[in-house]
């Protein structure tokens, strides 16, 4: 008897050319849980807006961080933490990678993972905090692919883990020594952003996301499946474990698109905000990506880096995502066995 995992991540162009970013954005931005408007509105802006003018840029921001062997820095530390999680849980699993947009693709692991004969499927999407544009859109197209067979293996879907303690523990063990080297007077914790409307929807109650100004200071019913507020609660609990003070870091929200709001305080806003305060030496982690990728390294690393500097800060590190390291390969395998239902042998 053998169980199935596969790994869930976002996904990347096949290369960082223009015509294959397009190719990516088309994908992605024609799903309607990124876009979330009317079939008609989303072509027209896809196809009359974005697609013309994003994929020159985008492909150039791409080449920054582009590997002349591996690629994709996201493919490539995706694909390590697979045989890293491979090695850790043994002969009884199989492990394999799929990506919502892009190659590999989620049918492409799952069509594996029954032609090695599983008996069982665990699938962990690799997103800390709940979102529909990712954790949802993934299992919507993990759901529509493993119920086409005739033979359906049963499924366990891993949860969002902003609150896993292997996951906080091995941010945290990355993260250390990265602010000890810069003596970092100040800790940024940047997430990626999401429409306001977004947070709105996944409020079931109506009355609390976006209410007040302490919406997010827990996670409780009525936000359970909040982003912003499992992403403040993330930030808490790697601030504790690096036992950084009350006024020593504070939270983020970056890549936001289009003129409409999206959720704050932003990234780019902030970075001003505290050069002006005084902040020198800038340590920023990033804990909604577990794979550096072009979010990472040339958003944040990169651009971010400058703005910070021309600002008056004399730096800015970014702290390494997760990727493959030891410490989170092994949380990825212990959260598989979790999740592993076989009766015991």
């Known amino acids: ?59 150039h921001a791409y080449q920054q961080i582009w590997d002349p062997k591996r690629g994709s820095p996201l493919l490539y530390h995706s694909q390590d933490l697979v045989a890293s999680v491979a090695e850790r849980l043994g002969g009884d699993w199989k492990v394999e990678l799929g990506m919502r947009y892009g190659n590999p693709s989620i049918e492409h ?6 032609a090695a004969k599983v008996d069982r499927l665990v699938v962990l999407p690799l997103f800390p905090q709940y979102a529909s544009s990712s954790t949802g859109s993934a299992l919507e197209e993990i759901m529509r692919v ?12 891993v949860p969002p883990f902003w609150n896993d303690l292997g996951f906080l523990d091995a941010e945290a063990a990355i993260a250390r020594p990265a602010i000890a080297a810069l003596a970092a007077d100040h800790v940024l914790f940047s997430f990626h952003g999401l429409p306001e409307r977004h947070v709105v929807k996944s409020d079931e109650t109506g009355n609390h996301c976006l209410k ?41 929200f970056q890549s936001r698109l289009g003129k409409v709001p999206w959720i704050k305080p932003y990234t780019d806003i902030v970075l001003d905000e505290l050069a002006a305060k005084g902040v020198k030496r800038l340590a920023v982690v990033c804990p909604a990506f577990v794979a550096d990728c072009l979010e990472t390294l040339e958003e ?3 651009r971010a880096r400058e703005q910070f500097r021309a600002k008056g800060g004399e730096d800015l590190a970014l ?18 066995r979790a999740h592993d239902t076989r009766p015991s042998r």
Do not use: E
Not at 109 to 114: E, I
Not at 146 to 157: E, F, R
Not at 321 to 333: R, T
């Open 146 to 157: 493993a119920s086409a067979p005739w033979n359906v293996p049963p499924i366990d879907i």
């Open 212 to 252: 007040a100004a302490s919406c997010c200071d827990a996670v409780g019913p009525s936000n359970r499946h909040c982003y912003r507020a499992q992403s403040y609660a993330t930030a808490r609990s790697i601030a504790a474990r690096l036992g950084l003070a009350p006024d020593g870091w504070s939270v983020s």
């Open 300 to 302: 944040i690393g990169i």
């Open 109 to 114: 692991g799952l069509d594996a993972l029954v």
């Open 319 to 336: 702290v390494p995502s997760l990727n493959a390291a030891p410490v989170w390969a092994d949380a990825v395998a212990a959260i598989a």
């Open 1 to 59: 008897m053998a169980t199935g995992l596969l790994l869930v991540n976002l996904g990347t162009p096949d290369d960082a050319t223009p015509s294959a970013v397009r190719r990516y954005l088309r994908q992605f931005l024609s799903d309607p849980r990124v876009l979330d408007m009317n079939r008609v509105g989303r072509f027209f802006l896809l196809n009359l807006i974005i697609l013309p003018r994003r994929p020159k840029a985008s492909a």
